[in-house]
């Protein structure tokens, strides 16, 4: 038997490891979980190269609870260790078994999954348990060796009786950390973490039905027996080629990944991509409509199929972060516990490489079946929207696929909205005029208007929207937005002829007298305005310029002045030659003249949606009486 002290260069590591460096206690299991399947990785390979005498056969990882005696087990059928071994890489903490095997078979051992990166793994053991126990047989014709060690610099190391290769670590688990030895918290934690490891783990037995003979008589019962319960599936999606799956495939990784997650995905993103940086994954577009939602089911980033996080901030970038889907890369740089990203060149790349296939692939949905993409636009537009504001790259690419919708369930890109629409649409200064409504029922009539004079208008209804058309119009001299109920028509494209008004100048002048003290001043600004006589005589618009920037305000950028908290402000637009116009002026009793402006205020402000409360009720009263 060997005692010693643990080759540490500070009297006592292990509360600063629980303190420190791990900052989340429950992670102990995926490292040793790790280590088991590091050991098991490792024998596979010394095998395929001859270098390992022994059988590999079908290994696993077993995780076993004894509750009575506070222990928790994790016995794999790895590698094992010899007792120089144990004493060279548990006892002196700055080796890292792994990373050394790397190196020593580096050539062979590229694509053999081992992870690496993490000698310190095994030590976050400490943070849950009172003593540590590693009873471990080398695949070598070595004897068995059994250390312990009570959390101190101190250790015992003796020979063991173990006969069958591979590594046991026995946890004691301590009494700040009982629920390690609960069966839900285990499952709980191995679902997490080690849903995807690639070496089978197995947690307790489960009875199996064994299927009956064709010819088995009908009073025959199917036998049950006991079977290991395996909680992971060791090749998930995304180990395999876009080849060898179907589209059903990728639906059942899907739920897989997000049990509790019942509508089926839109469509899927395979990333596979070797140089200049490993990374493998599928992405999934879920149903999005407008809302800029608080995403749950977030993507997963993995490790070597070791789950790390959900947090891929970096990685994937921004836009791309309300997509679901798991990422696996070796290549992420990460901290020893594996909580946070360390900055790095290889992530700007990785992030980039993601937009350019997520680019690539739309664009290629979008070519093959136009149809059937214009039918998902609505459920993927406010990422595809927010890419183009966030990502340059992506906007550059954009063009080819994104989608404005009309009114009328027509969709044009870019490109394609300037060729149609530029004969009828563009003004008497050469730009061409987009009109565009952001809610179809409540701007009906301003539609109804635009669409008589044999105007397209689109729908653009998502939250951002200001944000980018401000940005598509900085980068197309030659076109503006206009939301179709910021003026009248004949403003909003203007061409060379102007309508004559009836009124003189000084009717005019009197006429908006008498409006603006009837008509609120902190809300309205009374324009007059000569239209066509079937025109309506009061029309509220609010200018586009000033609800803009309240729209960006409220949704995040552009708050200039803090606009998102201003007050409503709109303009009252009278046509001069309508005959209420004339009416108005034609009426000297003040109080008839002030019943005609309210009631024709009301009815514009109704058109708008912005009559309601105690004024709807009021007009609705005053309606009635008026046909009595």
């Known amino acids: 038997m060997t005692t010693g002290k643990i080759n540490v260069s500070v009297e006592n590591i292990f509360p600063l490891i629980k303190k420190f460096l791990y900052s989340d206690h429950e992670i102990f299991l995926r490292e040793l979980i790790s280590n088991g399947t590091d050991a098991t990785l490792k024998l596979k390979h010394l095998t395929s190269i001859g270098e390992a005498k022994v059988e590999y056969g079908n290994p696993i990882i077993e995780v076993k609870i004894d509750k009575e005696g506070k222990k928790l087990h994790i016995i794999d059928q790895g590698i094992g260790m010899t007792s120089d071994e144990v004493e060279k890489y548990i006892n002196q903490l700055a080796f890292s ?21 993490f000698g310190l793994g095994f030590y976050s053991a400490f943070m849950v348990a009172s003593k540590v126990e590693i009873i471990t047989k080398s695949y070598k014709d070595e004897p068995a060796a059994h250390w312990i060690c009570d959390g101190s610099p101190e250790f015992s190391l003796e020979a063991s009786d173990k006969t069958t290769r591979g590594t046991e670590i026995v946890l004691h688990i301590a009494e700040d950390s009982l629920e390690f030895l609960e069966e839900y918290k285990i499952k ?68 897989e990944l997000y049990p509790m997650q019942f509508e089926e995905p839109l469509f899927n993103i395979h990333l596979n991509v070797d140089y200049p940086f490993n990374l493998t994954g599928i992405l999934y577009f879920p149903k999005l409509g407008s809302d800029l939602q608080i995403q749950k089911d977030k993507i997963q980033l993995y490790q070597n199929q070791v789950y790390v996080t959900d947090n891929v901030e970096g990685i994937v970038p921004e836009f791309l972060t309300m997509l679901k889907g798991a990422i696996d890369s070796p290549d992420i740089p990460l901290n020893v516990s594996r909580s946070s990203l360390q900055a790095d060149g290889s992530v700007k790349k990785i992030s980039n490489y993601i937009t350019r296939k997520v680019a690539d692939k739309l664009k290629s949905l979008f070519t093959e079946n136009r149809e059937d993409f214009e039918k998902k636009w609505n459920d993927i537009k406010i990422v595809l929207e927010y890419g183009m504001l966030s990502e340059d790259k992506f906007y550059e690419k954009a063009g080819a696929f994104v989608l404005y919708p009309t009114v009328d369930n027509k969709y044009f890109t870019l490109e394609e909205l300037k060729e149609n629409l530029k004969d ?28 008589d004079k044999g105007y397209e208008v689109l729908l653009l209804d ?130 008839a003249q002030e019943s005609l402006v309210k009631q024709a205020l009301d009815l514009a402000k109704l058109s708008q949606n912005l009559l309601k409360g105690e004024a709807l009720t009021a007009f609705v009263k005053r309606s009635f009486e008026m046909i009595k």
């Not at 649409?425 to 009539?445: F, P, R």
């Not at 007050?567 to 209420?580: F, G, I, R, W």
């Open 97 to 117: 078994g792994a990373e050394e095997f790397l190196e020593k078979y580096k050539d062979s051992a590229k694509d053999s999954g081992i992870i690496g990166h």
């Open 188 to 255: 709980e934690l191995l679902n997490k973490y080690n849903k995807f490891m690639p070496i089978p783990i197995k947690f307790g037995t489960k009875k199996q039905t064994l299927p009956l003979a064709e010819d088995a008589p009908e009073n025959v019962k199917a036998e049950e027996i006991e079977v290991d319960n395996i909680i992971n599936n060791p090749n998930p999606a995304w180990t395999k080629q876009p080849s060898e799956l179907s589209e059903e495939d990728y639906k059942t990784f899907y739920h």
């Open 424 to 451: 009828k649409q563009t003004d008497k200064d050469g730009k061409l005029v987009v009109l565009y409504a952001g809610n179809k029922e409540a701007q009906h009539s301003y539609i109804e208007i635009a669409k």
């Open 462 to 591: 998502s939250p951002i929207i200001s944000h980018l058309i401000q940005k598509i119009e900085g980068d197309n001299k030659d076109i503006t937005f206009v939301r179709v109920d910021s003026d009248h028509i004949d403003n909003l494209i203007k061409k060379e002829e102007t309508a004559i008004s009836k009124l003189s100048d000084e009717e005019k002048e009197s006429l908006k007298t008498v409006l603006e003290t009837i008509v609120p001043k902190q809300t309205y600004s009374v324009q007059l305005e000569a239209l066509d006589s079937n025109a309506s005589p009061f029309i509220i618009t609010q200018p586009e310029f000033m609800r803009r920037m309240k729209e960006m305000s409220q949704s995040g950028g552009g708050g200039m002045f803090g606009m998102g908290n201003m007050p409503e402000m709109y303009n009252l637009v009278v046509n001069t030659n309508s005959e209420l116009a004339t009416t108005i002026l034609a009426t000297e009793d003040k109080s």
